[in-house]
């Protein structure tokens, strides 16, 4: 079977790994790829969000299935056209994507199918938002309502921030189209998971939990990136009835949501969730894998992943056999100074010998590199993910760090917290 992989990260990497381990797989295409999908198969130079382009390549290369990481790519109606061209594809329509590209679609959603959530105020005219600002207590938060490269959020100590914030996205058009209308809600407290659940329509099944860290700096701190590292399960405790909450408070009544309302959803659900006082609540959902959680997620999936999407797409979820390895998997974000502001690229990157390519236990997941001669360079922000698993958080987290120190490049930056006990995520 020939495979394509939309996308060009540490997810892709990871996606391209595990399915290259299926015997059923002939051949992988990524595109855009990077160095890493690059020694899994081949890479072809197209950009995620050219549809036709993609199209022509599964044609002329009897594509038997795409997989597609990025939600730009499902927003721009991948599947959509795939379908409409008789191709298996996995992940959802621009319709059901919706749930990941329109916060505001996807609060009415919530509400309307008494699923926990923060609380909201929708706005699509500054006036009506501003006035909103004025009644509130705070921290609030501000929200673009469409795509904003995770930059769309925004947590407003007091009015003051909150006004400007909502006049940078209404009026200032700092996010474009995607900032015209903003929800404003409730600020929550407590720590975030990430749970990844396969949906075919009718059924879903999870994937083991896992655990983002999203700042860029130690404790914490600092700007918000597409994630410095991850674990799973999570390094956290987590609440004892958690999975019953997950399954009778979230999954049931989404699945019913998505029945009522005629919804077709077939792909990755992604809910962001914070478990606050009052028990989980979703602060999002994304439509697709998580980056790094997938780095984290797949290595600990026993079973092969080509059948698990090929179920996905046919419905059969159900039957599909989903063995999860116990053992803990920490993966360390290598990356490029300054992100996720400016940074510089072209860095040669050393020591990628140093772990064995075909390792069981210890993977580097590539995500910002390309092939220059020779020479593996860096090319984007987040460089490289290291992956170990061990016998517990703390194993892998050695393993982890021990093989991440191993690799070098100019200007090399990670944080050394990842899956450390009490560190925040
Ligand atoms: P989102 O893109 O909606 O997941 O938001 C990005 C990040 O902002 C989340 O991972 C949270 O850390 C934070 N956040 C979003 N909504 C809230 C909220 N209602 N209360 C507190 N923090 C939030
Ligand atoms: N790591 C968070 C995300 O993929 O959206």
Not at 182 to 197: C, D, M
Not at 222 to 238: K, R, Y
Not at 247 to 253: A, F, K, L, R, S
Request: glycine content about 12%; charged content about 25%.
């Amino acid at each position: 079977m020939n495979v394509l992989i939309i996308g060009g990260g540490g997810r892709e990497h990871a996606l391209a790994w595990k399915l290259a381990r299926s015997p059923d797989v002939k051949k992988i295409y990524c595109a855009p790829g990077n160095a890493g999908t690059a020694r899994r198969g081949e890479n072809v130079p197209l950009k995620i969000t050219d549809v036709e382009g993609l199209l022509q390549l599964a044609r002329e290369k009897s594509i038997d299935l795409t997989v597609v990481g990025p939600d730009d790519a499902l927003a721009a109606g991948i599947v959509d056209r795939f379908q409409a061209d008789g191709r298996r594809i996995f992940g959802p329509t621009r319709e059901a994507a919706r749930l990941e590209w329109s916060k505001i679609f996807t609060k009415d959603f919530l509400l309307r199918h008494g699923i926990p959530t923060a609380a909201a105020g929708r706005f699509e005219r500054v006036e009506d938002a501003l006035a909103f600002c004025g009644t509130r207590s705070y921290p609030l938060v501000v929200k673009a309502d469409g795509l904003a490269t995770g930059k769309g959020v925004i947590i407003a100590q007091d009015r003051d921030a909150a006004e400007r914030a909502v006049r940078e996205m209404m009026v200032a058009g700092r996010f474009g189209d995607a900032g015209r209308r903003v929800l404003i809600e409730e600020f929550l407290t407590g720590p975030e998971i990430s749970l990844h659940a396969l949906i075919d329509s009718a059924h879903h099944r999870l994937l083991p939990v896992a655990q983002d860290y999203k700042r860029v700096g130690e404790g914490n701190l600092g700007e918000n990136t597409g994630g410095m590292g991850s674990a799973s399960p999570p390094a956290i405790s987590l609440p004892n009835d958690l999975p019953q909450r997950v399954e009778t408070g979230i999954m049931q009544p989404f699945m019913a949501g998505l029945h009522a309302e005629k919804l077709r959803f077939q792909g990755l659900l992604f809910p962001g969730l914070m478990l606050t006082p009052t028990g989980p609540r979703v602060l999002e959902f994304n439509a697709r894998f998580g980056d790094p959680e997938t780095q984290v997620i797949l290595p600990r999936l026993q079973s092969d992943l080509l059948p698990i999407l090929e179920a996905t797409i046919d419905g059969r979820l159900p039957q599909v056999e989903m063995r999860v390895d116990p053992r803990a998997a920490v993966c360390v974000i290598l990356a490029s100074s300054g992100y996720p502001g400016s940074y510089e690229t072209g860095k040669i990157i050393t020591g990628l010998e140093t772990i064995p390519p075909d390792s069981d236990d210890l993977f580097v997941f590539h995500a910002g590199t390309r092939l220059d001669g020779e020479n593996v360079v860096t090319s984007g922000g987040r460089v490289l993910g290291v992956t170990a698993l061990g016998r517990d958080l703390g194993e892998a987290r050695d393993r982890a760090y021990d093989a991440a120190d191993r690799i070098a490049f100019e200007g090399r930056y990670l944080r050394r917290d990842i899956a450390a006990a009490g560190a925040v995520a």
